[in-house]
């Protein structure tokens, strides 16, 4: 396909950007179709399957140096494919266990955690533009850290309210409630800031 890695950057943003934001939307109330949860298992499995065909996406624009990204491009987009397909699964009721909702937040930790030590292309020459990108990717590190801990938060206190409470109780799942949608504040930064991605021109392989 011929995309350099700002435009591949940009797609995915602006991919989290809406997801986000129909969510949002959806949990102030304002729109309730029954349609936009499934936006997210569609987002981690459409997001997943791209950065695992990463090197294919880029074609002749792949930079130089890549190897290393490209298996941490693999970890990241299988680690958002599982967890979208347990998501839908969830969603649809095949799984009922509340631990499963913590695929969510454990892929988020995984993907920021590749963003936190992601190597960056372009070599020793380009110092920086290596910097310029490791500034970049630590930021999309910590949107996501921060959006899987509140994501992960929600989830266990749920849980916990759930079994400290009798069957039929509504008054336990107030403040798991106020945070249900919290974590969608960091992932929608999180777009906003793959959005504004830019690398100096670099040489391409």
Sequence with gaps: MDLTSEQVHWIGGAAFVVVSLLMLVRASGLWRWQWIPWLLPALFVGYGLESVADVWI?????????????????LQGGSLFVAGVVEALVLSGRLSTPIWRLAVPMALAVTATVFA?????????????????????????????????????????????????????????????????????????????????????????
Excluded: C, K
């Design 58 to 74: 880029h074609g002749d624009a792949v930079p130089v140096n890549y190897a290393a990204e490209t298996r941490q491009h693999l």
């Design 117 to 205: 030590a992601h190597a960056q292309h372009g070599g020793s020459a380009d110092a920086a533009a290596m910097a310029l990108m490791q500034v970049q990717h630590r930021g999309f590190a910590i949107a996501l850290f921060t959006a899987a801990a509140a994501r992960g938060a929600e989830v266990l206190m749920t849980r916990s309210a759930a079994s400290r409470h009798a069957p039929g109780a509504t008054a336990s799942q107030d403040s798991p409630a106020r945070l249900r949608d919290a974590w969608l504040l960091p992932l929608l930064i999180f777009g906003l800031l793959m959005l504004t991605y830019t690398e100096p021109a670099m040489r391409h392989s």
